[in-house]
């Protein structure tokens, strides 16, 4: 139950943490010095073993709630801190980040004045000595630059468009819940919502430094791998987009549009058109798929069109293009590399 000094939270704060003692103290501090005030922060210790408990008693606020269970698991802990929090919005935040003091006000309020579910912020993504991580350069510039609903709905199935901890949303979001699987929890919540028409948008200003350790599940455990995150693309993309679908058009017959377009097939999808820039290519068949040239892309009629160019640069040109033919990226033609 709630102090009777603390003021009903406007934000839930959710922190699972699993043996996080070196970071765990300066993660919720982070969140404490919030200019947003009207919190409690959740944080649930799922079985850790190196004292981290022992350091969240330490912090002597009334905002802070500590659960204690078993180690069940990432989303069995993510999915306590909802059932746990008191208010309308549920914020994310893991154990070993670093949340600006605007944040929670900045995304509290785009929440609030847009018809957004879930808002996310731009991160600045370092290593444990405040070093920009190279192997992640290409990702933090792709996903800060995708802060409207549009651009996030057009390019979900790319990769993950809003960073966990940056999330908050509307209860009712976090209640679909993180389901246990062989692929990201993560990705797989934000698809199953985007899947049911919520909208999600992102305040256009660095917030959080999302710290690239070692120690991270990202970087360990093989439901985060290139591997799982394909898995969960391709099955949302079915359950989805070309659900009831029987004919689809696919930009990119290179390295790799070819793998989408044997799995297409697989799948038994007719691939009516490939489209192409590579003139050696325009003109011929590949699996017995026509190839043509961007100029002759058809209009949309109800064909879905795949796109998956991974070129550096590619999905601007493409995206340009497509509007020229009446395409509308996220609703008849869908990025997926």
């Not at 800060?144 to 908050?168: C, G, H, Q, W």
């Amino acid at each position: 139950m709630l102090s009777n000094k603390v003021p009903a939270p406007l934000i839930s704060v959710v922190l699972p943490v699993r043996n996080a003692a070196k970071t765990i103290e300066r993660a919720a501090r982070s969140i404490l010095q919030s200019s947003f005030k009207e919190i409690e922060l959740i944080i649930i210790d799922d079985g850790s073993t190196d004292g981290s408990a022992e350091i969240i008693r330490k912090i002597i606020d009334p905002r802070v709630r500590l659960v204690q269970q078993e180690s069940e698991g990432i989303c069995a802990a993510a999915n306590r801190g909802t059932l746990e929090a008191n208010a309308p919005v549920i914020a994310r935040m893991d154990a070993d980040d670093f949340s600006y003091p605007l944040r929670l006000e900045k995304q509290f309020e785009l929440l609030h004045r847009t018809k957004a579910d879930i808002v996310g912020c731009k991160v600045k993504i370092i290593d444990t000595n405040g070093q920009a991580v190279g192997s992640m350069q290409r990702y933090e510039k792709w996903s800060n630059s995708l802060t409207k609903p549009d651009e996030i709905t057009a390019m979900r199935f790319v990769e993950l468009p809003i960073v966990n901890p940056t999330l908050m949303a509307k209860r009712e979001v976090l209640e679909l819940d993180y389901l246990k699987g062989n692929w990201p929890e993560d990705y797989d919540l934000f698809l199953r919502a985007l899947g049911q028409g919520l909208q999600a948008e992102k305040v256009e200003e660095v917030l959080l430094d999302w710290i690239d350790s070692n120690n991270r599940l990202t970087r360990k455990d093989p439901r985060y791998s290139p591997e799982a995150f394909d898995r969960c693309r391709r099955t949302h993309l079915l359950d989805g987009p070309l659900k009831n679908v029987k004919k689809v058009n696919l930009w990119g017959a290179g390295q790799t549009g070819k793998p989408w377009l044997r799995w297409l097939q697989d799948k038994d999808f007719e691939v009516s058109k490939l489209i192409e820039v590579s003139q050696k290519k325009i003109g011929s068949k590949i699996h017995g798929v026509p190839v043509i040239c961007p100029n002759d892309l058809p209009s949309p009629e109800g064909i879905p069109l795949i796109i998956a160019v991974g070129a550096s640069g590619a999905r601007e040109l493409i995206k340009s293009e497509l509007i020229k033919k009446g395409y509308i990226p996220g609703k008849d033609a869908w990025f997926v590399c």
